[in-house]
């Protein structure tokens, strides 16, 4: 859904028209204030038991990969032990941060936005409002968009304080009780979530709550747990993975906050390419969740929308020592799972296709021919897609070992086997993710709904920025996913703003038939 602003000739007011819960809990607690060399935090008795619960031993090193798919079958995954030791540091870094704050209004975008470009002046003036309305913002802590947004809320707060108007919480925000455990209403700091990548992302100098995470899991989620919604602006891949990960999670229940786009330029043909090959074409995504998303590039109209028009529940979605808890626990299925599961081939997407749909005579053939092969079939739903794949594979002779469920339901950390495939059940979507997805040998994705889009747009974001190891990555259908790529590439590689190489666009695969496919399958013996 898009919202017409004032009239105004210049693009970054510009908004045209296309057609684009459960309570919160946190606990209250009397606080102490602790000073660390970085920031000022307080602690509270229920973070204390957190940070028992969160001791991390161990850090990673610093790695690198080549972005060419490797020949062969896999031969290593990522250090299991390491790869353990990340998240769960990241974890504890995001939970007992979050538990310091009040919830903010968190921002996704580009880094390569430059302070030339028309959204860039859109992000500050939202951030000057913000200052006025007592919301404190909460970024990546990156540059472009995770600078901007933050830049202009410090310069209005300053001019406030100089003038002597009261830069304290807006009456709304004095009239929220049960925010996160230990928050002060008064804290109006910048809040930011770092992240090292290969070529961008210092810290900028407006984040003055500032923490750094090794991975993207929990660094995504430390920006839209404990928030007041999330603001998508224009960006790359990571931007795309962000907005489909908190789009799929506002679909299913998952997140509770708000959720909206600035940039009606650069995200029109992006929509609309969605709206007909998911919506219309096959009705992958429904009505209610296309227009679940406000897009607007008018500063007022969207902070009405995120914090007066559209009520919700402010804070975590569960309560934080519980969450914590089960995150952990998954975060051990994870590292079982990469060590005991072959590493395999997952299928992504094709939730709620038809059965007659020719995409999934493609994945049919193509999962007998894996099947032959002698390498694993993994999938991540029991969906049209799912059934369809491993039915094929089972004819094919594979063993239950070589059959792969990676579900996301209600039996938190529960493993189920049954006499044709391993089935491994997580309850929290980033744990599922990280096993569906890590340890796979190649990635074929079938036209998806929220969920397929948001697993992929992990995948190709992980693999763009070395968190993942290159792998084919196959796109079947080219009249559900050519659409969607020829807008992608439109609008952000488009004039002066780049925000992505060329090249990474040479990322994924795109097939319409069996032989294409197994063509692709570069990596497969």
């Given amino acids: 859904m898009l919202v017409k602003g004032p009239a105004n000739p210049t693009p970054q007011r510009r908004t045209t028209d296309i057609d684009g819960e459960q309570p919160l809990t946190s606990a209250k607690s009397t606080t102490a204030t602790t000073t660390t060399s970085t920031t000022t935090t307080t602690t509270t008795p229920a973070l204390a038991n957190l940070k028992a619960l969160l001791e991390v031993t161990g850090q990673a090193p610093t ?142 100098a407006v984040i003055e709550v500032a923490k750094e995470i090794q991975l993207f899991p929990f660094r995504k989620l430390a920006l839209y747990e404990n928030a007041r919604g999330v603001v998508t602006f224009p960006g790359g891949f990571g931007t795309l993975d962000e907005l489909f990960e908190i789009w799929n999670l506002a679909a299913t229940g998952k997140l509770s906050d708000p959720i909206a786009a600035v940039g009606v330029d650069f995200w029109s043909p992006m929509l609309k390419a969605l709206r007909e090959v998911a919506v219309e074409q096959r009705s992958l995504i429904s009505e209610a969740d296309a227009n679940r998303l406000f897009v607007s590039d008018d500063p007022t109209a969207l902070l009405d929308h995120m914090l007066t028009s559209t009520p919700a529940p402010m804070g975590f979605e569960s309560e ?18 990469l060590r005991s599961l072959r590493t395999a081939v997952a299928f992504i997407g094709g939730e709620t296709l038809q059965a007659n749909d020719p995409t999934l005579e493609v994945a049919r053939a193509l999962s007998t021919h894996i099947a032959g092969k002698g390498a694993a079939v993994r999938v991540g739903d029991q969906g049209t897609a799912a059934t369809t794949v491993l039915a094929a594979a089972s004819t094919a002779g594979a063993d239950k070992a070589h059959l792969q469920e990676v579900l996301w339901g209600s039996t938190a950390g529960s493993t189920a086997e049954t006499t044709t495939t391993t089935t491994t059940t997580l309850s929290e979507r980033i744990p599922h993710k990280e096993l569906f997805l890590r340890s796979a040998e190649a990635y074929v994705v079938l036209p998806a709904g929220l969920k397929g889009l948001d697993e992929f747009a992990t995948v190709l974001c992980q693999m763009q920025n070395d968190k993942l190891p290159m792998r084919p990555l196959i796109l079947v259908g080219s009249d559900y996913w050519q659409p969607l790529l020829d807008a992608w590439k439109t609008s952000m590689l488009s004039g002066e703003r780049q925000l992505i190489a060329p090249e990474d666009m040479d990322l994924v695969t795109v097939v319409d038939t069996v032989e294409q496919a197994k063509a692709a399958l570069t990596n497969l013996r």
Avoid: C, W
């Fill in 63 to 204: 790695t690198s990969t080549v972005r060419t798919a490797q020949p062969g079958a896999i031969a290593l995954r990522d250090p299991t032990a390491t790869h353990r030791a990340q998240l769960r540091s990241d974890l504890k870094i995001a939970m007992e941060t979050l538990g310091t704050l009040p919830p903010a209004l968190t921002f996704f975008g580009g880094a390569r936005i430059t302070k030339s470009d028309p959204y860039y002046a859109i992000s500050q003036d939202i951030g000057r409002l913000l200052a006025e309305r007592g919301v404190p913002p909460r970024t990546g802590a990156g540059p472009g968009i995770m600078q901007s947004v933050p830049e202009g809320y410090v310069a209005r707060r300053t001019e406030m304080e100089q003038a002597g108007t009261e830069t304290g919480p807006s009456q709304q925000m004095r009239a929220i009780e049960g925010v996160a455990a230990g928050a002060s209403l008064d804290d109006l700091r910048t809040q930011g979530f770092n992240i090292k990548l290969p070529h961008e992302q210092k810290l900028n």
């Fill in 320 to 337: 934080p020592k519980q969450l914590t808890a089960t995150l952990l626990k998954e975060v051990d299925v994870v590292t079982k799972g």
